[in-house]
C-alpha cells in the first residue's frame, strides 16, 4: 500500500510540474500579448506568475529535495573559514608574480623555438 500512495504522490507531482510549465508558459504569451500595456507591469506579472509556478513546484518531491539541499548548502558555507584580507592580498599576488614569471619563462621559450625554426628553415 505504501507503493501506491507513492505512486499518487509521483503522479500528482508529474500534474504540478504540468502545471507549473503550463503557468510559466501562459505567463511568456500574456506577456507578449499584452506589450500595449507599460512593461514594469508586464515584468511584475511575470514575477508573480514565476513566484506562483515555484511555490507549486516547492511542494513536489524534487522542490522538498531542493529546498534541504539549499539548508545544507547554507550550513556548509556558514562553516567555510574564510581568508583574512592579509591572507587574500598575498595569495593574489603570489598568483601575479606566479603568472609574469610563467609568461616570461614562455615567451622565451617561445622566442627559442621560432629562433630554432627560422635557422632551420633559412
Given at each position: 500500500?505504501?507503493s501506491?500512495?507513492?505512486?499518487?504522490?509521483?503522479n500528482?507531482?508529474?500534474l504540478k510540474?504540468?502545471l507549473?510549465?503550463?503557468?510559466?508558459?501562459?505567463?511568456v504569451?500574456?506577456f507578449?500579448?499584452?506589450?500595449?500595456y507599460?512593461?514594469?507591469?508586464?515584468?511584475?506579472?511575470?514575477?508573480?506568475?514565476?513566484?506562483?509556478?515555484?511555490?507549486?513546484m516547492?511542494?513536489?518531491?524534487?522542490?522538498?529535495h531542493?529546498?534541504?539541499?539549499?539548508?545544507?548548502?547554507?550550513q556548509?558555507?556558514?562553516?567555510?573559514?574564510w581568508?583574512?584580507?592579509n591572507?587574500?592580498?598575498?595569495?593574489?599576488?603570489?598568483?601575479f608574480?606566479m603568472?609574469?614569471?610563467v609568461?616570461?619563462?614562455?615567451?622565451l621559450?617561445?622566442?627559442?623555438?621560432?629562433?630554432a625554426?627560422?635557422?632551420l628553415?633559412?
Amino acid at each position: 500500500m505504501n507503493s501506491q500512495a507513492k505512486e499518487v504522490t509521483t503522479n500528482f507531482d508529474v500534474l504540478k510540474y504540468i502545471l507549473s510549465l503550463v503557468l510559466i508558459s501562459a505567463g511568456v504569451v500574456a506577456f507578449y500579448m499584452f506589450s500595449d500595456y507599460s512593461q514594469l507591469y508586464r515584468v511584475l506579472g511575470m514575477v508573480a506568475i514565476v513566484i506562483v509556478a515555484l511555490a507549486i513546484m516547492m511542494t513536489t518531491g524534487v522542490g522538498h529535495h531542493s529546498w534541504a539541499f539549499a539548508q545544507e548548502a547554507r550550513q556548509e558555507v556558514r562553516k567555510v573559514v574564510w581568508p583574512t584580507r592579509n591572507e587574500t592580498m598575498q595569495t593574489t599576488l603570489m598568483v601575479f608574480a606566479m603568472v609574469i614569471i610563467v609568461g616570461f619563462i614562455i615567451w622565451l621559450l617561445d622566442t627559442f623555438l621560432f629562433w630554432a625554426i627560422s635557422s632551420l628553415t633559412a
